[in-house]
């Protein structure tokens, strides 16, 4: 294995193996699976890039860097020469962790400074300029990104946000530096030595090819999927790797489509959806009190097969912060979180084969409780959404969404990719 990545939640890290599968168009990506958890076996010998996925984006702070060390410590044993932590190209955090605290760690066992920073995602509208994070037009945090549930983010300068979590000072090398290309960005990131951690600019794919090109050796890389655009042609430039293309993979059976994500994108998907497919709403209030339970979701699926039935607890941010004022947030996640595992192990079991979730948190929790192994990785739906698909004489067929990705008809079109061609 050449290049390992860590990645914070389940659906980052299939955006990232997308990304690392797919690569640039003039040399192709590397042979990439994606591992649910840190593996106990070695990887299978022609998988040149592989990603632990891991939920540790809202995890206790000693937590999430324990996992992220055990996964590196697996990746350096597959013999990977290069490792990316990925998290989300919306920084996800609080001031408190997780980003500072696992990339720190992770850069001292590696012995790495000037580590990049970069969570833009150009192909989702995310980029970054003179260290402020923008969703499209607006700032992150003007962005919807203040009202998540878990990790509101009302402060766009993540070089100050990072300052936070972080020990030693963070860097920034700015757009200017970035434009003039790989030896420029490489040089100033050279001269950063003081700092563990540097902000990079970055507006444009081109952008992340060029600072892919800048870290062609270094032993650490962080930022969101698009960090990693440049970064498969660095090992079949040396001969490495030859370049691979991804493949269309799929699964032919009854479908699922489950929604715990709260975000604008998910909440309008839904909208969508529900016009001309049967939805079920789910009342949060009844889970609370153990009213609606995980058969409840089974039995409504199973009576609308055929039909793209969807399931779904997206809410407002006013709804959300009602629920949790009244119960508590972490109760709410935990709750929401299980009733979710409980219906995907069902659905499975029943017969499933082909599932859609939207969220996170949603997906770790779902992914978590199937226990699929490793994913193969197939075609991309929409930016940054790869089809999975799971090994065994029974496949299944998994699309994990972030809560923000997706165009309007997502869940139709991504039940369809997931179909065996």
Sequence with gaps: MLLGVIADDFTGASDIANTIAKGLPSHGGLKTAQFLGV?????????????????????????????????L??????GCQQIVFKYCSTFDSTKEGNIGPVSE???????????????????????????????HDRLLNESGMQNHPLTPMTDPDIRRWLGYQTTNPVGLIAHSVVAKGATSIRSALQT????????????????????????????????????AIGLPANFIKRGLARGNSTRSVGADGPEAILAGSCSGATRGQVDRHKKSHPTLAIDVDKVMSGET??????????????????????????DVRRM???YGREAVAEKLDGLFADTARALVNSGITRLVVAGGETSGAVVS?????????????????????????????????????????????????????
């Design 39 to 71: 593996p106990t076996a070695p990887a299978p010998d022609d998988i040149e890039a592989g990603v632990v996925a891991l939920k540790t984006r809202t995890a206790p702070v000693k937590d999430a860097v324990k996992q992220s060390l055990d996964a």
């Design 192 to 227: 950063a030595e003081n700092s563990t951690m540097v902000v990079v600019d970055a507006v444009s794919d081109e952008d992340l090819v060029k600072i892919g090109e800048a870290v062609a050796d270094h032993k650490l890389v962080t930022g969101g999927s698009g960090i």
């Design 105 to 135: 760690a992770l850069a001292k066992q590696l012995g790495a400074t000037g580590v990049v920073a970069c969570p833009a995602f150009p192909g989702a509208g995310r980029t970054i300029y003179m260290g402020h994070l923008f969703v």
């Design 324 to 326: 949790q004022d009244k």
């Design 293 to 318: 339970a995980s058969d409840d979701i089974v039995s409504f699926m199973l009576a609308n097969q055929g039909k793209a039935p969807l399931a779904y607890s997206s809410g407002t941010p006013e």
């Design 369 to 421: 409780a199937l226990d699929l192994g490793a994913l193969q990785i197939g075609s991309e739906i929409d930016p940054g959404v790869p089809v999975l698909l799971s090994g065994g004489r029974k496949p299944i067929a998994l699309a994990l969404k972030s809560g923000n990705f997706g165009a309007p008809d997502f869940f139709s079109k991504a039940l369809e990719r997931l179909a065996a061609r």
């Design 73 to 78: 410590a697996w990746l350096l044993e597959q």
